[in-house]
């Protein structure tokens, strides 16, 4: 038998049956030793004894069956007063084969015939009451035909019980037969809270980090298969210059120009995967928001002397949040590059970190010329880029806020980009941790 479901019923249909069987052994093995029931029976019996044999004693014959007769009339069956011989007292026929077939004690029967026959002798044998009984009082066995009900209730409980063990073992087999074919978007969606419910779970769990790191190795190929076409078209060019060039040295600038794009972009496109590929490996963390930002800001400055501007950072408080440290970090440096290379010399990256209710807002702003309103949700894009050649020329991939944005999902945060006339305003919310410290901050970051 394959069917774990045919298995349980089968189970409990022994069990159940088991149950009755030594229900009724053990009734049987009862009902034929000395038990209350007996006792009580045979006292009623004795009674009748001494109440007709004083009747007959006192009234004779006609005293004797107008006893006989009461009894009769009150308790079911028929009486007879015999004599040690057999002869009925109240109208002289013969009993002998009567008192023979009847035992001298009463003791229910097993099986009970129709109609048993119980006698009960007086103390010096003179005289016998011999009762042919048409019922007997209430023993186990006479209930047997009512226990139907409660066997055909004990079946049913006992399908249901079946069912609901086996529905949910069902339900995942569908459900892993579905994942199994290719569907990764399938879960069980249980909210049982049984084990049958705990493996549901860690199944749709496990289901996730599948789908997850699937989607992002499909989509890391897709993106290095489209983004590495130009340069790798454009540094096969150059490696053929630099065969035939006269200035050689130039024309290995630009191979090596070239090489270092790709490792860049190379290295874009991993940071991405692992942001979205498998969080289940991340481990969150109080993390100090403030000291990220400071950090991010600090590590910057360089950049922006470089390029001649300046970062003014303002946070006034200290904020925690819950989350992985390193992903955040690299999304606010990405933020803050982005704004470096597209704001103009001589102006300012404005950094602004503070809390609004139980989240904290972190908005960085450049002074460049902004984003075209329909794009503004476009830059979120990976490889997406306003201006291809200003892209080039500051070096950008078109993937900083696309890692971005995908790390701040991670942590159920909130990024989005609107125009600050002049310059591009990014505004990023994160949670914060529960019970997290908002404090007001002891030193202020200055550029």
């Keep these: ?44 019996v004795k009674m009748q004894l001494d109440d007709a044999v004083a009747a007959y004693q006192a009234g004779g014959v006609k005293a004797l069956a107008s006893c006989l007769e009461r009894f ?50 007086t103390a010096d044998g003179r005289y016998h009451l011999v009762i042919r009984a048409k019922g007997l009082p209430s023993a186990p066995y006479n209930y047997l035909p009512y226990y139907a009900w409660i066997v055909l209730v004990l079946v049913s409980l006992c399908y249901a019980m079946a069912f609901t063990l086996v529905k949910p073992l069902r ?28 493996v549901s779970r860690v199944f749709d769990k496990m289901a996730d980090r599948i789908q997850a790191l699937l989607t992002a190795e499909r989509r890391l190929l897709q993106d290095i298969s489209h983004e590495l076409r130009s340069p790798l078209a454009r540094l096969g060019f150059a490696v053929e210059l630099a065969r035939n060039a006269e200035d050689r040295q130039a024309a290995l ?52 002397d470089a390029r001649n501007c300046k970062i003014v950072p303002q946070i006034e408080r200290t904020l925690e949040i819950s989350g992985d440290a390193e992903l955040l970090r690299r999304a606010m440096e990405n933020v803050l590059r982005n704004a470096l290379r597209h704001t ?30 329909d794009m503004l949700e476009d830059i979120f894009r990976p490889f997406f880029r306003t201006d ?30 609107e125009n600050a006339d002049p310059g591009l305003r990014i505004t990023i919310r994160l949670p914060l941790a529960p019970g997290g410290t908002s404090r007001p901050r002891l030193r202020t970051s200055s550029a």
């Design 1 to 44: 038998m394959r069917s774990i479901f045919l298995r349980i019923l089968a189970w409990f249909g022994i069990l159940l049956l088991f149950s009755f069987v030594a229900f009724v052994i053990t009734t049987a093995l009862l009902i034929r030793q000395d038990n209350p029931v007996d006792r009580f029976t045979n006292l009623v």
């Design 72 to 121: 009769n009339r009150y308790l079911p069956g028929e009486r007879y007063l015999l004599d040690a011989s057999g002869r009925d007292l109240a109208t002289n026929a013969d009993r002998a084969a009567l008192l023979a077939a009847a035992p001298p004690a009463f003791r229910f029967p097993w099986p009970p015939p129709k109609q048993p026959v119980i006698r009960q002798a």
């Design 171 to 198: 339900q995942l087999r569908d459900t892993l037969s579905k994942f199994g074919g290719g569907d990764l978007a399938v879960r069980t969606g249980s909210t049982r809270r049984d084990e049958f419910g705990d």
């Design 253 to 304: 600038d630009r191979v090596k120009k070239e090489a270092v794009r790709i490792s860049n972009l190379v290295g874009e496109l991993l940071d991405m995967s692992r942001v979205e590929g498998d969080p289940g490996v991340r481990t969150a963390a109080q993390v100090d928001l403030t000291e990220l930002v400071d950090s991010a800001v600090d590590d910057a400055f360089i950049e922006a």
């Design 344 to 373: 103009p010399e001589h102006t300012a990256v404005e950094v602004s970190l503070r809390r609004e209710n139980a989240a904290a807002v972190l908005t960085i702003r450049d002074h460049g010329t902004g984003v075209p309103p």
């Design 388 to 417: 291809d050649d200003r892209s080039r020329s500051t070096g950008g991939v078109g993937l900083g806020l696309a890692i971005a944005r995908r790390a701040i999902h991670f942590h159920h945060g909130e990024i989005a980009a």
